[in-house]
Protein backbone atom coordinates (compact mmCIF):
# COMPACT_ATOMS: atom_id res chain seq x y z
CA UNK A 1 0.00 0.00 0.00
CA UNK A 2 1.34 3.12 -0.76
CA UNK A 3 1.79 5.60 2.13
CA UNK A 4 0.52 8.59 0.27
CA UNK A 5 0.47 12.17 1.57
CA UNK A 6 1.92 12.43 5.14
CA UNK A 7 0.87 15.51 7.81
CA UNK A 8 2.78 18.56 7.98
CA UNK A 9 5.72 18.37 10.16
CA UNK A 10 4.15 20.59 13.52
CA UNK A 11 0.70 19.52 12.68
CA UNK A 12 -1.81 16.99 14.27
CA UNK A 13 -4.41 15.07 13.51
CA UNK A 14 -6.51 14.78 17.17
CA UNK A 15 -8.69 11.50 17.25
CA UNK A 16 -9.79 9.24 19.81
CA UNK A 17 -9.11 10.17 23.06
CA UNK A 18 -6.99 12.99 22.54
CA UNK A 19 -9.79 14.63 20.70
CA UNK A 20 -12.08 14.30 23.94
CA UNK A 21 -9.36 16.06 26.43
CA UNK A 22 -9.32 18.69 23.70
CA UNK A 23 -13.23 19.38 24.15
CA UNK A 24 -12.98 18.72 27.51
CA UNK A 25 -10.75 21.71 27.83
CA UNK A 26 -12.45 23.93 25.54
CA UNK A 27 -16.15 22.61 27.45
CA UNK A 28 -14.56 23.86 31.09
CA UNK A 29 -13.13 27.22 28.67
CA UNK A 30 -16.57 28.13 28.17
CA UNK A 31 -18.67 27.49 31.02
CA UNK A 32 -16.24 29.53 33.14
CA UNK A 33 -15.88 32.18 30.58
CA UNK A 34 -20.17 32.93 30.90
CA UNK A 35 -19.63 32.88 34.44
CA UNK A 36 -17.11 35.86 34.25
CA UNK A 37 -19.31 37.64 31.49
CA UNK A 38 -17.11 37.52 28.81
CA UNK A 39 -18.18 37.51 25.34
CA UNK A 40 -17.55 35.29 22.76
CA UNK A 41 -15.89 36.55 19.41
CA UNK A 42 -14.43 34.51 16.58
CA UNK A 43 -11.62 36.01 14.51
CA UNK A 44 -9.70 36.03 11.29
CA UNK A 45 -7.57 33.17 11.27
CA UNK A 46 -4.84 35.81 9.13
CA UNK A 47 -4.37 39.39 9.50
CA UNK A 48 -1.97 42.06 7.95
CA UNK A 49 1.50 41.20 8.25
CA UNK A 50 1.59 44.75 10.03
CA UNK A 51 -0.98 43.48 12.35
CA UNK A 52 1.37 41.55 13.84
CA UNK A 53 4.82 43.42 13.56
CA UNK A 54 3.52 46.31 14.56
CA UNK A 55 2.38 45.38 18.17
CA UNK A 56 4.06 41.93 19.22
CA UNK A 57 7.38 43.88 18.26
CA UNK A 58 10.06 43.16 15.48
CA UNK A 59 12.58 42.22 17.78
CA UNK A 60 10.64 39.63 19.69
CA UNK A 61 11.06 35.54 18.54
CA UNK A 62 7.47 35.54 17.12
CA UNK A 63 8.12 37.92 14.52
CA UNK A 64 11.65 37.54 13.89
CA UNK A 65 11.52 33.95 13.27
CA UNK A 66 8.37 31.89 14.26
CA UNK A 67 5.81 33.77 11.73
CA UNK A 68 4.13 31.92 8.89
CA UNK A 69 3.95 35.03 6.67
CA UNK A 70 3.29 34.55 3.02
CA UNK A 71 2.04 37.22 0.08
CA UNK A 72 -1.43 36.50 -1.70
CA UNK A 73 -2.62 36.04 -4.68
CA UNK A 74 -2.98 40.02 -4.91
CA UNK A 75 -0.02 40.91 -3.66
CA UNK A 76 -0.99 41.64 -0.50
CA UNK A 77 1.33 40.17 2.52
CA UNK A 78 -0.50 38.19 4.75
CA UNK A 79 0.12 36.23 8.21
CA UNK A 80 -1.52 33.59 9.96
CA UNK A 81 -2.39 34.31 13.67
CA UNK A 82 0.75 33.49 15.95
CA UNK A 83 -1.49 34.46 18.79
CA UNK A 84 -5.02 36.45 19.48
CA UNK A 85 -4.06 39.30 20.96
CA UNK A 86 -3.03 41.77 18.15
CA UNK A 87 -6.17 40.34 15.78
CA UNK A 88 -8.37 41.37 18.48
CA UNK A 89 -6.55 44.99 19.07
CA UNK A 90 -7.43 45.31 15.70
CA UNK A 91 -11.26 44.33 15.47
CA UNK A 92 -11.14 46.62 18.55
CA UNK A 93 -9.97 49.72 16.08
CA UNK A 94 -11.84 48.37 13.21
CA UNK A 95 -15.26 47.31 14.71
CA UNK A 96 -15.62 50.28 16.60
CA UNK A 97 -15.44 48.27 19.91
CA UNK A 98 -14.40 51.50 22.10
CA UNK A 99 -18.11 52.56 22.49
CA UNK A 100 -18.20 48.95 24.71
CA UNK A 101 -15.20 49.88 26.52
CA UNK A 102 -14.49 47.73 29.22
CA UNK A 103 -14.73 45.36 27.13
CA UNK A 104 -14.40 41.39 28.19
CA UNK A 105 -14.19 38.94 25.23
CA UNK A 106 -12.96 35.47 24.90
CA UNK A 107 -12.00 33.37 21.72
CA UNK A 108 -10.48 29.68 21.01
CA UNK A 109 -9.04 28.27 18.12
CA UNK A 110 -5.58 27.59 15.97
CA UNK A 111 -2.76 29.71 15.75
CA UNK A 112 0.74 29.14 13.99
CA UNK A 113 4.66 29.75 15.29
CA UNK A 114 7.06 28.24 12.44
CA UNK A 115 8.67 26.66 15.77
CA UNK A 116 10.85 23.27 16.17
CA UNK A 117 7.93 20.65 16.93
CA UNK A 118 8.66 18.58 20.59
CA UNK A 119 6.27 17.81 22.84
CA UNK A 120 3.89 20.24 23.95
CA UNK A 121 4.99 22.27 21.18
CA UNK A 122 3.85 22.36 17.35
CA UNK A 123 3.27 24.58 14.76
CA UNK A 124 -0.02 24.59 14.48
CA UNK A 125 -1.85 24.35 18.07
CA UNK A 126 -4.41 25.79 19.79
CA UNK A 127 -5.13 28.24 22.04
CA UNK A 128 -8.08 29.73 24.50
CA UNK A 129 -7.84 33.41 24.88
CA UNK A 130 -9.36 36.10 27.47
CA UNK A 131 -9.24 39.29 27.40
CA UNK A 132 -10.48 43.00 29.17
CA UNK A 133 -9.41 45.65 26.69
CA UNK A 134 -10.35 49.94 27.89
CA UNK A 135 -9.83 49.81 31.39
CA UNK A 136 -6.98 50.60 33.38
CA UNK A 137 -8.37 49.00 36.60
CA UNK A 138 -6.20 46.43 38.38
CA UNK A 139 -9.81 44.97 39.15
CA UNK A 140 -9.11 42.96 35.43
CA UNK A 141 -6.11 41.70 35.81
CA UNK A 142 -7.59 40.16 39.13
CA UNK A 143 -10.90 39.54 37.22
CA UNK A 144 -8.74 37.85 34.44
CA UNK A 145 -6.41 35.94 37.04
CA UNK A 146 -9.28 34.81 38.82
CA UNK A 147 -10.82 33.39 35.37
CA UNK A 148 -7.71 31.52 34.83
CA UNK A 149 -7.52 30.29 38.14
CA UNK A 150 -11.11 29.02 37.76
CA UNK A 151 -10.97 27.41 34.69
CA UNK A 152 -7.55 25.10 36.28
CA UNK A 153 -9.55 24.38 39.15
CA UNK A 154 -12.62 23.42 36.96
CA UNK A 155 -9.91 21.16 34.92
CA UNK A 156 -9.36 19.58 38.29
CA UNK A 157 -4.91 20.50 37.39
CA UNK A 158 -4.96 23.41 40.14
CA UNK A 159 -3.23 21.71 42.15
CA UNK A 160 -0.04 21.09 40.15
CA UNK A 161 0.07 24.43 38.77
CA UNK A 162 1.79 27.90 40.12
CA UNK A 163 0.99 30.89 38.97
CA UNK A 164 3.93 33.38 39.16
CA UNK A 165 3.57 36.80 38.94
CA UNK A 166 5.30 39.87 38.49
CA UNK A 167 4.81 43.46 37.57
CA UNK A 168 7.01 45.00 34.98
CA UNK A 169 6.09 48.56 36.15
CA UNK A 170 5.12 51.69 33.69
CA UNK A 171 7.27 53.27 30.95
CA UNK A 172 9.77 55.20 33.30
CA UNK A 173 10.22 51.64 35.47
CA UNK A 174 10.76 49.65 32.51
CA UNK A 175 13.43 52.22 31.32
CA UNK A 176 15.49 52.13 34.49
CA UNK A 177 14.74 48.30 34.94
CA UNK A 178 16.12 47.97 31.63
CA UNK A 179 19.68 50.14 31.77
CA UNK A 180 20.55 48.13 34.97
CA UNK A 181 19.68 45.00 32.83
CA UNK A 182 21.71 46.37 29.95
CA UNK A 183 24.85 47.20 32.83
CA UNK A 184 24.84 43.28 34.54
CA UNK A 185 24.43 41.48 31.19
CA UNK A 186 27.17 44.01 29.57
CA UNK A 187 29.25 42.89 32.67
CA UNK A 188 28.86 39.02 31.90
CA UNK A 189 29.17 39.73 27.97
CA UNK A 190 31.16 36.27 27.75
CA UNK A 191 28.71 33.90 29.65
CA UNK A 192 26.19 34.89 27.60
CA UNK A 193 24.76 32.38 24.57
CA UNK A 194 25.12 34.13 21.08
CA UNK A 195 21.01 34.42 20.56
CA UNK A 196 20.95 36.58 23.96
CA UNK A 197 24.19 38.88 22.85
CA UNK A 198 22.10 39.38 20.05
CA UNK A 199 19.01 40.15 22.23
CA UNK A 200 21.10 42.65 24.43
CA UNK A 201 21.12 45.57 21.56
CA UNK A 202 17.50 45.11 21.01
CA UNK A 203 15.60 43.48 23.37
CA UNK A 204 17.37 43.13 26.67
CA UNK A 205 14.64 42.15 28.74
CA UNK A 206 13.72 38.94 26.44
CA UNK A 207 17.56 37.41 27.78
CA UNK A 208 15.58 36.95 31.16
CA UNK A 209 13.25 34.61 29.48
CA UNK A 210 16.00 32.83 27.37
CA UNK A 211 15.41 29.03 27.35
CA UNK A 212 19.09 28.57 26.81
CA UNK A 213 20.81 26.89 29.98
CA UNK A 214 24.26 29.00 29.39
CA UNK A 215 21.92 31.96 29.93
CA UNK A 216 19.98 30.99 33.23
CA UNK A 217 23.15 31.87 35.39
CA UNK A 218 23.36 35.31 34.11
CA UNK A 219 19.83 35.55 33.82
CA UNK A 220 18.76 34.66 37.52
CA UNK A 221 21.60 37.41 39.02
CA UNK A 222 20.50 40.10 37.05
CA UNK A 223 18.93 42.83 38.80
CA UNK A 224 14.84 42.41 39.90
CA UNK A 225 12.82 44.93 38.86
CA UNK A 226 11.57 46.06 42.38
CA UNK A 227 14.53 49.06 43.17
CA UNK A 228 13.29 50.85 40.05
CA UNK A 229 9.07 50.69 40.58
CA UNK A 230 7.65 53.88 40.44
CA UNK A 231 4.94 54.34 43.30
CA UNK A 232 1.87 54.63 40.67
CA UNK A 233 3.80 50.87 39.24
CA UNK A 234 4.13 49.67 43.05
CA UNK A 235 0.66 50.64 43.58
CA UNK A 236 -0.57 49.33 41.17
CA UNK A 237 0.95 46.09 41.68
CA UNK A 238 -0.42 46.03 45.41
CA UNK A 239 -3.95 46.17 44.20
CA UNK A 240 -3.54 43.70 41.85
CA UNK A 241 -1.83 41.39 44.43
CA UNK A 242 -4.94 42.16 47.68
CA UNK A 243 -7.18 41.58 45.36
CA UNK A 244 -5.89 37.38 44.00
CA UNK A 245 -6.12 37.75 47.74
CA UNK A 246 -9.19 38.57 48.29
CA UNK A 247 -10.61 36.39 45.42
CA UNK A 248 -8.68 33.82 46.59
CA UNK A 249 -6.12 32.96 43.93
CA UNK A 250 -2.58 31.51 45.22
CA UNK A 251 0.12 33.11 43.76
CA UNK A 252 3.94 33.52 43.91
CA UNK A 253 6.57 36.12 42.96
CA UNK A 254 8.78 35.53 40.12
CA UNK A 255 10.81 38.88 40.43
CA UNK A 256 12.57 37.91 37.03
CA UNK A 257 9.02 36.71 34.93
CA UNK A 258 9.27 38.92 31.71
CA UNK A 259 6.90 37.88 28.51
CA UNK A 260 8.46 36.65 25.17
CA UNK A 261 6.09 39.93 23.76
CA UNK A 262 7.29 43.59 23.57
CA UNK A 263 3.89 44.89 24.63
CA UNK A 264 3.22 44.45 27.96
CA UNK A 265 3.49 46.72 31.11
CA UNK A 266 2.75 46.69 34.56
CA UNK A 267 1.11 42.96 35.28
CA UNK A 268 2.72 39.41 34.00
CA UNK A 269 2.03 36.30 35.14
CA UNK A 270 2.44 32.57 33.59
CA UNK A 271 0.79 29.33 35.38
CA UNK A 272 3.40 27.11 35.70
CA UNK A 273 3.64 22.91 36.19
CA UNK A 274 6.78 20.73 36.30
CA UNK A 275 4.51 18.00 34.98
CA UNK A 276 5.40 18.72 31.18
CA UNK A 277 9.18 18.88 30.93
CA UNK A 278 10.42 22.03 29.42
CA UNK A 279 7.05 23.27 27.82
CA UNK A 280 5.92 23.97 31.45
CA UNK A 281 3.80 27.46 30.72
CA UNK A 282 0.52 26.24 30.39
CA UNK A 283 -1.23 29.79 30.40
CA UNK A 284 0.19 33.30 30.27
CA UNK A 285 -0.50 36.71 30.17
CA UNK A 286 -0.08 40.55 31.21
CA UNK A 287 -1.34 43.82 30.70
CA UNK A 288 -0.35 45.18 27.45
CA UNK A 289 -1.30 49.29 27.55
CA UNK A 290 0.68 49.89 24.58
CA UNK A 291 -0.61 47.97 22.43
CA UNK A 292 -3.49 49.57 20.57
CA UNK A 293 -1.28 52.29 20.29
CA UNK A 294 1.18 50.63 18.59
CA UNK A 295 -1.28 49.73 16.02
CA UNK A 296 -2.24 53.45 15.13
CA UNK A 297 -5.34 53.47 17.78
CA UNK A 298 -5.69 56.11 20.88
CA UNK A 299 -3.81 55.44 24.33
CA UNK A 300 -6.23 52.08 25.41
CA UNK A 301 -5.21 49.95 28.37
CA UNK A 302 -5.89 46.04 28.35
CA UNK A 303 -4.77 42.86 29.89
CA UNK A 304 -5.24 39.35 28.50
CA UNK A 305 -3.70 36.08 28.88
CA UNK A 306 -3.66 33.01 26.38
CA UNK A 307 -3.51 28.84 27.37
CA UNK A 308 -1.64 26.52 25.00
CA UNK A 309 -5.04 24.15 24.78
CA UNK A 310 -2.84 21.03 24.04
CA UNK A 311 -0.63 21.64 27.10
CA UNK A 312 -4.19 21.68 29.07
CA UNK A 313 -5.15 18.54 27.45
CA UNK A 314 -1.88 16.83 28.55
CA UNK A 315 -2.63 17.40 32.10
CA UNK A 316 -6.31 16.54 32.86
CA UNK A 317 -7.73 12.94 33.43
CA UNK A 318 -8.85 11.23 31.30
CA UNK A 319 -12.22 12.32 30.11
CA UNK A 320 -15.29 10.16 29.99
CA UNK A 321 -15.90 8.43 26.87
CA UNK A 322 -18.19 9.60 24.44
CA UNK A 323 -20.71 6.77 24.32
CA UNK A 324 -23.74 6.19 22.50
CA UNK A 325 -26.34 4.87 24.71
CA UNK A 326 -29.27 3.05 22.33
CA UNK A 327 -28.25 0.98 18.84
CA UNK A 328 -31.38 -0.75 17.03
CA UNK A 329 -30.19 -3.84 15.28
CA UNK A 330 -32.74 -4.53 13.04
CA UNK A 331 -32.62 -8.14 10.85
CA UNK A 332 -34.36 -8.37 7.74
CA UNK A 333 -35.45 -6.34 5.35
CA UNK A 334 -38.91 -4.88 6.82
CA UNK A 335 -36.97 -4.36 10.07
CA UNK A 336 -34.27 -2.49 8.31
CA UNK A 337 -36.31 -0.05 6.29
CA UNK A 338 -38.62 0.83 9.46
CA UNK A 339 -35.50 1.34 11.86
CA UNK A 340 -34.48 4.18 9.73
CA UNK A 341 -37.70 5.79 10.99
CA UNK A 342 -37.30 4.76 14.41
CA UNK A 343 -33.78 6.35 14.19
CA UNK A 344 -34.80 9.60 13.58
CA UNK A 345 -37.73 9.39 16.43
CA UNK A 346 -35.42 8.81 18.89
CA UNK A 347 -32.67 11.33 18.10
CA UNK A 348 -35.60 13.69 17.70
CA UNK A 349 -36.60 12.78 20.92
CA UNK A 350 -33.33 13.88 22.64
CA UNK A 351 -32.19 9.50 22.82
CA UNK A 352 -28.63 8.99 21.47
CA UNK A 353 -28.76 6.53 19.36
CA UNK A 354 -26.83 4.49 16.40
CA UNK A 355 -28.24 1.80 14.55
CA UNK A 356 -25.67 -1.47 13.68
CA UNK A 357 -26.79 -2.85 10.44
CA UNK A 358 -23.63 -5.08 8.86
CA UNK A 359 -23.06 -8.69 9.04
CA UNK A 360 -24.61 -11.68 11.47
CA UNK A 361 -26.47 -11.47 14.74
CA UNK A 362 -23.47 -11.33 16.78
CA UNK A 363 -21.54 -8.95 14.81
CA UNK A 364 -24.09 -6.65 15.03
CA UNK A 365 -24.45 -6.70 18.77
CA UNK A 366 -20.65 -6.31 19.38
CA UNK A 367 -20.91 -3.27 16.99
CA UNK A 368 -23.53 -1.98 19.04
CA UNK A 369 -21.55 -3.09 22.78
CA UNK A 370 -18.75 -1.13 21.61
CA UNK A 371 -20.11 1.83 21.05
CA UNK A 372 -21.00 1.77 24.61
CA UNK A 373 -24.57 1.20 24.19
CA UNK A 374 -26.48 0.49 27.44
CA UNK A 375 -29.74 -0.55 25.74
CA UNK A 376 -29.90 -2.75 22.22
CA UNK A 377 -33.16 -2.61 20.35
CA UNK A 378 -33.86 -5.68 18.76
CA UNK A 379 -35.57 -5.44 15.73
CA UNK A 380 -36.91 -8.92 13.37
CA UNK A 381 -39.41 -8.66 10.76
CA UNK A 382 -41.84 -10.74 13.00
CA UNK A 383 -41.90 -8.29 15.41
CA UNK A 384 -42.32 -5.26 12.82
CA UNK A 385 -45.32 -7.27 12.40
CA UNK A 386 -46.35 -7.18 15.44
CA UNK A 387 -45.60 -3.99 16.19
CA UNK A 388 -43.11 -4.39 18.38
CA UNK A 389 -39.42 -4.39 19.97
CA UNK A 390 -37.14 -6.16 21.91
CA UNK A 391 -35.35 -4.50 24.35
CA UNK A 392 -31.90 -6.13 25.84
CA UNK A 393 -30.05 -4.21 28.74
CA UNK A 394 -26.71 -4.82 27.65
CA UNK A 395 -25.33 -4.69 31.40
CA UNK A 396 -27.80 -7.13 33.02
CA UNK A 397 -29.03 -9.23 29.97
CA UNK A 398 -32.95 -8.46 31.15
CA UNK A 399 -35.00 -8.26 28.00
CA UNK A 400 -38.21 -7.09 27.70
CA UNK A 401 -40.38 -6.12 24.78
CA UNK A 402 -42.25 -2.44 23.78
CA UNK A 403 -44.97 -1.18 21.76
CA UNK A 404 -42.87 0.53 18.73
CA UNK A 405 -45.08 3.77 19.06
CA UNK A 406 -43.75 4.11 22.90
CA UNK A 407 -40.22 3.08 21.83
CA UNK A 408 -38.97 6.60 21.99
CA UNK A 409 -40.46 7.56 25.05
CA UNK A 410 -39.81 4.25 26.60
CA UNK A 411 -35.68 4.52 25.77
CA UNK A 412 -35.77 8.17 27.13
CA UNK A 413 -37.25 7.14 30.69
CA UNK A 414 -34.72 4.70 30.66
CA UNK A 415 -31.85 6.80 30.07
CA UNK A 416 -33.16 9.76 32.03
CA UNK A 417 -33.92 7.50 34.96
CA UNK A 418 -30.40 6.30 35.26
CA UNK A 419 -28.86 10.08 34.57
CA UNK A 420 -27.15 9.58 31.05
CA UNK A 421 -29.25 12.92 29.87
CA UNK A 422 -26.77 14.89 31.00
CA UNK A 423 -27.93 18.84 31.40
CA UNK A 424 -31.38 17.69 30.67
CA UNK A 425 -33.76 18.35 32.86
CA UNK A 426 -36.82 15.79 33.88
CA UNK A 427 -39.49 15.15 35.92
CA UNK A 428 -42.02 12.06 36.60
CA UNK A 429 -45.16 13.30 35.46
CA UNK A 430 -48.71 12.64 37.00
CA UNK A 431 -49.11 9.17 35.05
CA UNK A 432 -46.01 8.07 35.84
CA UNK A 433 -43.90 8.83 32.78
CA UNK A 434 -40.80 10.76 32.97
CA UNK A 435 -41.13 14.11 30.90
CA UNK A 436 -38.16 16.44 29.97
CA UNK A 437 -38.34 20.25 31.80
CA UNK A 438 -39.54 20.83 35.13
CA UNK A 439 -42.85 19.95 36.66
CA UNK A 440 -45.99 22.27 35.93
CA UNK A 441 -46.60 24.60 38.66
P1 LIG B 1 6.85 29.15 25.34
O1 LIG B 1 7.68 29.87 26.35
O2 LIG B 1 6.48 27.75 25.76
O3 LIG B 1 7.40 29.23 23.95
P2 LIG B 1 5.29 31.44 24.79
O4 LIG B 1 5.74 32.42 25.79
O5 LIG B 1 5.83 31.54 23.41
O6 LIG B 1 5.49 29.93 25.34
P3 LIG B 1 2.66 32.53 24.63
O7 LIG B 1 2.96 33.33 23.43
O8 LIG B 1 2.51 33.21 25.91
O9 LIG B 1 3.74 31.36 24.77
O10 LIG B 1 1.38 31.61 24.36
C1 LIG B 1 0.50 31.22 25.40
C2 LIG B 1 0.49 29.72 25.60
O11 LIG B 1 0.39 29.02 24.39
C3 LIG B 1 1.74 29.16 26.23
O12 LIG B 1 1.73 29.33 27.60
C4 LIG B 1 1.66 27.70 25.86
O13 LIG B 1 0.77 27.00 26.72
C5 LIG B 1 1.05 27.76 24.49
N1 LIG B 1 2.06 27.63 23.42
C6 LIG B 1 2.93 28.55 22.99
N2 LIG B 1 3.65 28.10 21.95
C7 LIG B 1 3.22 26.83 21.71
C8 LIG B 1 3.54 25.83 20.74
N3 LIG B 1 4.44 26.04 19.79
N4 LIG B 1 2.88 24.64 20.79
C9 LIG B 1 1.93 24.40 21.74
N5 LIG B 1 1.58 25.32 22.67
C10 LIG B 1 2.21 26.51 22.66
MG1 LIG C 1 7.41 30.67 22.38
Redesign the pocket.
Known amino acids: MSKGPQRVR ?1 TQDIWGEQADRFGRVVEAFDKVRRLYGFQRIEMPVFEDTQVFARSIGETT ?2 VSKEMYTFPDRGGDSLTLR ?2 FTAGICRAYLSEGWQQLAPLKVATHGP ?1 F ?1 Y ?1 R ?1 QK ?4 Q ?3 LDAEIIGTDSPLADVELLAFADQLLEELGIAEGVTLQLNTLGDAETRDAWRTALVEHFEKHRGELSEDSLARLDKNPLRIL ?1 S ?1 DPKDRPVADTAPAIDDFLTVEAADFFAKVTSGLDAAGVAWTRNARLV ?3 DYYRHTAF ?2 VTDRLG ?8 GRYDGLIEALGGPHTPAVG ?8 AMLIDSPKVERIYTALVPLGPAAEAKAVGLLAEMRGEGVSCDMAFRGNLKKRLAKASAAGARWVVLLGDDEIAAGEATIRDMETGAQSSAPLDFLAMELFERLAANDFMEGVITHVAEDGTRKVGLPPK
Do not use: N
Open positions: GDIPEVREPGRFRFHQDKRGLEFAQGTVLAGWAAGIERL
